[in-house]
């Protein structure tokens, strides 16, 4: 069965420094890869996602991701993280591409210090 | 604009009762889907609904029931068979096609809480 794995619960930076989320999957074939954004108390907002060709996944607020295969990965990364970061990251993989049903990992919590 | 609209953003459930709740699109998504989402376990899908008038059980079914009698409205009702309600649920759509297939759409949630 596919699965997710975020192997950081929480992580804290100071604001301005660079930032890496670990994400890894299990899935036998290519998946559909995505990372989402969450607010205290409200939905998830798409980040970016990775459905074929290049590897590095350019998104929206300057996050970027990578996959690569032979480590079974899509880690997140941003150069210099703002305040406004600090929120839950998810990452998730579709590997049931008729259903098209998200399969979410337990989160990453960021904390950015000033 | 097009989006999801939850509603109650809160809700409070006396032991035994039913809930119902709502979610609605103006997006012309044809899936839905309602997850489950506990502190420290990510989401859990509960039910998705990939077309009008049918539906899929997800991981964690047991204890909630769900329609689809229109295109717009995917509600959830939460039986008193669940035995651990409390948690925030929260409901996306995605179309099915086209240059954005498997774009997600949330909306803001529901939080239940059973007193």
């Known amino acids: 069965a596919q699965s997710v794995t975020q192997p950081d619960i929480h992580i804290t930076v100071s604001e301005g420094a660079s930032l890496e989320l670990r994400c890894n999957y299990s899935?036998?074939?290519?998946?559909?890869l995505f990372w989402y954004v969450q607010s205290p108390g409200q939905g998830l907002q798409l980040l970016l996602k990775y459905f074929s060709g290049d590897t590095l996944v350019q998104g929206i607020k300057g996050f970027e991701a990578e996959f690569k295969r032979s480590q079974s990965s899509f880690n997140l990364r941003k150069p210099s993280v703002h305040w406004s970061d600090a929120a839950e990251y998810f990452c998730?993989?579709?590997?049931?591409?008729?259903?098209?049903?998200?399969?979410f990992g337990q989160g990453t919590t960021l904390q950015v210090k000033p | 604009d097009g989006g999801i609209t939850q509603s109650p953003k809160y809700l409070f459930r006396k032991e035994g009762q039913n809930v119902t709740l709502s979610c609605e699109q103006n997006l012309n998504h044809d899936a839905m889907y309602w997850y489950r989402q506990d502190p420290g376990q990510g989401l859990r899908l509960i039910y998705y609904?990939?077309?009008?008038?049918?539906?899929q059980k997800g991981d964690i079914a047991e204890g909630y029931s769900v329609s689809r009698e229109k295109k717009e409205s995917f509600p959830l009702t939460v039986t008193s068979a669940q035995k651990n309600p409390t948690a925030f649920y929260l409901c996306a759509s995605s179309p099915r096609d086209g240059s954005d297939l498997y774009g997600y759409t949330f909306g803001s949630g529901t939080r239940l809480t059973v007193v």
């Open positions: 998730a993989v579709d590997g049931s591409s008729n259903t098209g049903k998200l399969i």
């Open positions: 609904s990939q077309i009008v008038n049918d539906f």
């Open positions: 899935y036998g074939a290519t998946p559909y």
